[in-house]
């Protein structure tokens, strides 16, 4: 299977201190301070990038599950809280999926959806955060 790289560069201390981040192959490096991370200024941080890649993934798990149980999503759109607490410390990921899927019951989605909450990469590598789903199917 793939290895995939990111990088991170960090220049000074910790609070007037700066750095850039960059995922993969995207061209673009995405600013982060300690008041992208613990306040609200500007920039990315560690924390909406794996919120990122946990939504990412659980959508495409989920997809995987649909298509193999015989239906066919049009669309899932996952949105995940990522809840930084004292320690600093990741506490919780709120994972909010809306999907529709012409034919699915609300029930088989929902196992489905917990199905992919439990299996994907990403669940797998934060088993030590909790993560909470509110899954909706949509009407077709």
């Known amino acids: 299977m793939a290895v995939r790289t990111s ?3 960090w220049a ?3 609070r007037e201190g700066k750095g850039t981040m960059k995922i993969g192959k995207v061209a673009n490096e995405m600013p982060f301070t300690f008041a992208s991370r613990f306040e609200d200024g500007g920039g990315t941080n560690p924390e909406e990038l794996i919120g990122a890649a946990h939504a990412g993934c659980f959508s495409m798990f989920l997809s995987s599950l649909l298509t ?7 669309r899932i759109h996952t949105t ?3 809840h930084l607490t004292e320690g600093p410390a ?3 990921i709120e994972l909010t ?3 529709s899927v012409p034919g699915c019951s609300e029930k088989l989605f929902i196992e489905q959806a917990e199905a992919a909450k ?3 990469p990403v669940s797998k590598a934060l088993a030590s955060v909790q ?5 909706r199917l949509l009407p077709a």
């Open 90 to 92: 990741i506490s919780l």
């Open 68 to 74: 193999k149980a015989g239906f066919t999503p049009e």
């Open 131 to 135: 993560v909470k789903l509110n899954a």
């Open 12 to 14: 000074g201390n910790l």
């Open 80 to 82: 995940a809280r990522v």
């Open 7 to 9: 990088e991170a560069t």
């Open 97 to 99: 999926c809306e999907a």
């Open 118 to 120: 439990a299996g994907c």
